[in-house]
């Protein structure tokens, strides 16, 4: 039985045929269409694909926390080889980065993005307005310093805050 390509792949498929490439980032759909610039593969959890298409190619993985068989999904992808590898988890406005430009982490799951790869990502795959998905991801931001903060020096706290502050806007007065 042949090994199909997901929705969206023969696009790319063709590009690459013809010696050319996307420039943008791939983003793989597990959750249904999204509406971006970026080239979009919209995949079914349940079934198998043909991912060799993704070879040195940075790939973005759109999933929900509850997507089914995402492990042996991101392995499937991997194993493809990508330039890039990270999972976004559109329920949760958060990701992780698996595989960066050829540094794999030592931790089986990847090491959490940082908050401005979050916020570039905002509203991705998401019901949600951007704006809600910015404050979402603003108030775990606030937490998790608020969290640490007795580790750091005033002064460094008062530093970072200024830098959320700035890269959140109104968004961070008003999460919680």
């Not at 089986?108 to 940082?114: E, S």
């Not at 404050?135 to 750091?152: L, T, V």
Request: charged share 20%.
């Amino acid at each position: 039985m042949a090994i199909q390509l997901p929705y969206g792949a023969a696009e790319i498929v063709a590009l690459r045929t013809a010696g050319k490439r996307p420039a943008d980032l791939l983003l793989i759909s597990l959750v249904g269409p999204l509406y971006e610039t970026n080239p979009v593969i919209i995949a079914q959890p349940s079934r198998c694909y043909d991912w060799r298409f993704v070879v040195a190619l940075p790939v973005l993985i759109v999933a929900t926390t509850d997507t089914p068989h995402l492990a042996g999904i991101v392995n499937a992808i991997d194993s493809a080889e990508p330039a890039t590898l990270s999972v976004w988890f559109s329920d949760q406005q958060d990701g992780v980065n698996v595989l960066i430009d050829g540094y794999r982490h030592r931790t089986k799951t990847g090491r959490r993005m940082g908050v401005a790869q979050r916020v570039a990502l905002a509203g991705l795959g998401s019901n949600d307005s951007v704006s809600g998905c910015l404050q979402q991801i603003a108030g775990q931001a606030k937490r998790r310093a608020m969290e640490n903060a007795d580790r750091f020096d005033a002064v460094l706290v008062e530093m970072a805050t200024a830098g959320f502050r700035r890269l959140f806007g109104a968004a961070w007065g008003a999460a919680s």
